[in-house]
């Protein structure tokens, strides 16, 4: 199964605002374990930044003056995610800015139902709790210190493992685990968080199919 981690970044809280993109990053996910494929840019917003963004972000208007805007990166963005299930971590800001993007350009908007709301899994796994994204890897003991400011990629990262977690998917820490995977330098670090998933050989599968043919022979009820 594919699925695709997203956040974004922007200029600010609201589209009714005015507020555009600066920043959108995805990590994509088979059978919940990372990839290589990533996607990420930063945006011109054409607008300036608002100072309670800049203070989440650090994003200036000087550095964002030079970069695509989002029409020129859309249909990479969209070819990325295409068929695959987003993840996002309180969706609804995240698809309100994407599918306002969208809309300006008058191309078809994402759909809800594509998203899974780890935030939504968030409040019902820990009902009453915090469930921002610190709090999360910190009930996860996921380490967040890369994150002084909020960064698409870097919060990537942190919520693909904080969602192994809030599906019960997380691998058990081996250290033969942890030598099979030490070599591999392209995937993210610590891959503990991610689950394992160990793929039947050609030959364990004929000998199911034999053993399932024997067995179904059988009336065990005589």
């Keep these: 199964m594919i699925e695709v981690v997203l956040d974004t970044e922007t200029t600010g809280l609201s589209v009714k605002d ?10 994509e996910l088979n059978n919940q374990i990372p990839t290589l494929n990533k996607f990420h840019c930063y945006l011109n917003p054409e607008r300036k930044v608002s ?5 989440i972000h650090g ?3 000087e550095f964002l003056s030079d970069k695509k805007k989002f029409k020129e990166i859309a249909d990479d963005f969209l070819n990325f995610i295409k068929n695959k299930k987003l993840i996002i971590h309180n969706a609804e ?7 306002n993007e969208l809309a300006i350009l008058n191309k078809e908007k994402i759909s809800r139902e594509q998203v899974i709301d780890t935030l939504e899994l968030a ?17 996860f003991r996921i380490d967040n210190s890369k994150r002084a ?4 990629l870097v919060d990537c990262e942190l919520l693909s493992k904080v969602y ?19 070599n591999n330098l392209n995937l993210i670090n610590n891959n503990l968080y991610y689950k394992k ?6 030959e364990e599968i004929e000998l199911h199919k034999k053993f399932l043919k024997k067995s179904l022979k059988k009336n065990y009820f005589n």
């Design 51 to 55: 100072e309670k963004a800049f203070e």
């Design 164 to 182: 192994i977690n809030l599906i019960d998917q997380k691998e058990p820490t081996l250290n033969l685990y942890n030598q099979e995977k030490k």
């Design 18 to 27: 005015g507020h555009r993109i600066v920043e959108i990053g995805c990590i």
């Design 59 to 61: 994003y200036t208007d």
């Design 123 to 139: 409040k019902d796994k820990f009902p009453g709790s915090a469930i921002n994204l610190d709090a999360l890897c910190k009930k």
């Design 93 to 99: 800001f995240d698809l309100g800015h994407l599918n």
């Design 197 to 202: 998933v160990i793929k039947p050989s050609s």
């Design 149 to 152: 400011k909020h960064t698409a």
